[in-house]
């Protein structure tokens, strides 16, 4: 009895000779050459898991075929400069971890109204420090509510208002002779109503019906809804729509227009493999691969963070290292701790999924920290999250686009004699401008009664007290606002990983009420915070006398003090301390590049770190501040202002 499964049959010399016959065949010997290399180096990692998602099925070999052909082609048309690219990020692993990678993230017609404005904004960027631009959606979405181009209809065009693959071709161009990478989302988990496959589907096509989750009747979508979460409660209830024109019921886990892919169908993974493959060629350096806690769905389970989502994620990164090495992948997970983890690769897949993903934790922690004018729960939070894998990146943000959710863990708030549900409560109010004397300005985002989940939008000015204080004409608290504007900088520069700063937070824009006059964005007030840039106040950003000046500049100043402080190299630990001040934030970055000793005052008033405490944590003698050069006394107690930061470097002992 023969029991071999359909990948022991595999034989890679065979499969290799199968891609020559192919685009592969037109190649020079040494194109073939360093083809065969990857592929030998990462043919393993790509039969792992794809014998976990589809080793039962008989036609395997077939599927793998069709993805080595995809790869293949890929790798062909790739374009000399690119090719070049590539070898320079194999020769250079950890060149997304180095302190010089500095994250920038907004909407191109925000930004500057289309592609080729981007383009004219270069200068901008690198004024600033920028080298890594996320562009938000820009592949062409279906008209009317999208989800901020979240619902795709053709991922190989980009939106017609942003202009054409040609001027994306230049700016990506443009950008890698500026030494910016270029990351643009890639929605993995669904796609709209309106693309190619759900209209096939729609006109019935069987092939194309399994592309999706599809069912005549209630009876599936019922058992999979008792164990299912909403995701937007207020405008898109419910996980399953109805559809007239298939007499079918459609897995729509955000909105009804965004119809979910199933990943149980390889060729799926295919059809997604061969996107990336395109964008790649296309100059783009980094992925952000959208809603991936969602791409399997299990019976009995909230269908998010499932073991086959990694295996899918694994082998587009196998797949796409044999075509384009230099391609990035980075997870947008927002979800717990310890789940998220294993998106950057665990035990088999160390190093092997994503190398980047959104530290989530660090982004709630610090705007409760601020809220609160306590440290603690910060510290203990962050002192429970895993090391992180030698060959990854956090994404270390203030905000983003989305709203902000308060993913603090029930078992961290009690271990500090806190509530996790009233201190969510807490913070809900404190930065819908609920609670008494707050200083925020932000608006809730989808209140769950369920649950009493009340998310929250507005710009990091906003809910960082700017509004309040300039509508009031205090400037003291427009000092202090500004202050917590810099603190927060300070904070993602010096954290582990890539600091990613939002559009427009380097000149302290404002929340934007001009959404409520478009009928197609009036239903959702994230909007509010994802203002257009106003390059009239960025003028203003070289005139000391404005407050635009005093935040851009002490940002830009920022920046450039992280790019030569070797200590902020990804790589190394990064560690939360107690500091003996419950309003004080300390912070240990450590590796055989050095140390640096972060300390940061979440409080409006003076604090104190006892010296004696500094040198328990292994700073003594002559300690220098990188954000100012200055030393400091050898043996005082340290004092930091209302807000202030300080990095702190040992240059000699007593």
């Known amino acids: 009895m023969n029991n071999r499964s359909p990948v022991d049959a595999i034989d890679l010399n065979s499969l290799f000779e199968h891609l020559l016959s192919g685009p592969l065949g037109q190649m020079n010997a040494m194109e073939q050459n360093l083809f065969r290399i990857q592929f030998d180096l ?37 374009s000399e400069e690119l090719r070049l690219l590539d070898l320079r990020r194999i020769s250079e692993p950890d060149w997304f971890q180095k302190p010089s990678m500095i994250g920038y993230v907004g909407y191109v017609d925000r930004f500057a109204g289309d592609l080729a404005g981007v383009k004219e904004r270069i200068p901008y960027l690198k004024e600033l420090g920028v080298t890594y631009l996320h562009l938000m959606p820009l592949l062409k979405p279906r008209p009317g509510a999208n989800d901020g181009g979240y619902a795709v209809m053709d991922y190989r065009q980009v939106n017609s208002a942003y202009g054409t693959l040609e001027n994306l071709r230049e ?181 092997k999924e994503c190398e980047i993903a959104y530290h989530n934790s660090l982004m709630v922690l610090l705007w409760s920290s601020l809220a609160e004018r306590r440290v603690v729960l910060m510290t203990h939070a962050l002192q429970n999250m895993p090391d992180t894998p030698v060959g990854c990146a956090w994404l270390a943000y203030i905000r983003c686009h989305d709203d902000i959710g308060w993913a603090i863990r029930d078992e961290d708030a009690a271990a500090i004699g806190l509530s996790g549900f009233l201190h969510r409560a807490f913070l809900s109010d404190f930065y819908s401008s609920r609670f008494p004397e707050t200083f925020a300005r932000g608006m809730t985002f989808q209140y769950n009664p369920k649950n009493g989940d009340r998310r929250i939008s507005g710009t990091l000015a906003s809910l960082a007290g700017l509004e309040a204080a300039t509508e009031q004409r205090n400037w003291q608290e427009t000092d202090l606002a500004v202050r917590r504007i810099l603190l927060l900088h300070a904070m993602i520069l010096a954290f582990n990983g890539i600091p990613m700063i939002y559009m427009g937070d380097e000149l302290g824009l404002l929340n934007d ?112 501040n990188r954000l100012g050069e200055q030393p400091l006394d050898s043996w005082s107690d340290l004092k930091l202002e209302p807000y202030q930061v300080l990095w702190l470097e040992q240059v000699s002992e007593d």
């Open 42 to 78: 990462h043919m393993p990692d790509v039969l792992r898991p794809l014998a976990t998602l589809y080793g039962k099925r008989p036609d395997f070999a077939a599927h793998l075929e069709n993805m080595l052909e995809i790869v293949a082609r890929a790798y062909a048309s790739r």
């Open 171 to 351: 700016l990506t161009a443009a950008l890698r002779q500026e030494g910016i990478s270029l990351c643009i989302d890639l929605v993995c988990n669904h796609t709209a109503k309106e693309h190619e496959w759900a209209r096939k589907a729609v006109a019935g096509d069987p092939t194309y019906q399994d592309y999706y989750y599809m069912f005549p009747n209630r009876v599936m979508p019922d058992q999979y809804e008792m164990t299912l979460p909403e995701v937007f409660p207020d405008f898109a209830p419910g996980n399953f729509t109805f559809y007239d024109s298939c007499q079918r019921w459609v897995w729509t886990t955000f909105n009804e227009y965004q119809w979910d892919l199933n990943y149980g169908n390889p060729a799926v993974l295919a059809e997604m493999l061969d996107i990336m493959l395109f964008l790649a060629n296309q100059g783009v350096e980094i992925l952000r691969l959208d809603a991936v806690a969602f791409l399997w769905k299990r019976l009995g389970t909230d269908c998010q963070n499932q073991p086959e989502a990694h295996a899918i994620l694994q082998a587009f990164r196998a797949l796409t290292r044999i075509a384009a090495p230099g391609l990035l992948f980075k997870a947008e997970a927002i979800v717990s701790p310890d789940q998220l983890l294993p998106y950057l690769g665990l035990g088999a897949a160390t190093h």
């Open 513 to 624: 009420p001009s959404y409520l006059d478009d009928p197609n964005l009036a239903d959702d007030n994230r909007w509010a915070h994802r203002p257009f840039m106003d390059w009239h106040q960025a003028e203003q950003r070289h005139d000391w006398q404005t407050l635009t000046a005093r935040i851009f500049q002490a940002i830009r100043s920022m920046i450039q003090t992280a790019k030569h402080t070797l200590n902020l190299h990804a790589q190394a630990r990064c560690y939360a301390v107690w500091t003996y001040n419950e309003q004080v934030f300390g912070l240990i970055r450590a590796s055989a590049r050095g140390k640096l000793l972060v300390l940061a005052n979440f409080s409006e008033h003076d604090q104190i770190v006892p010296r004696h405490r500094i040198h328990d944590m292994g700073f003594k003698g002559v300690l220098v």
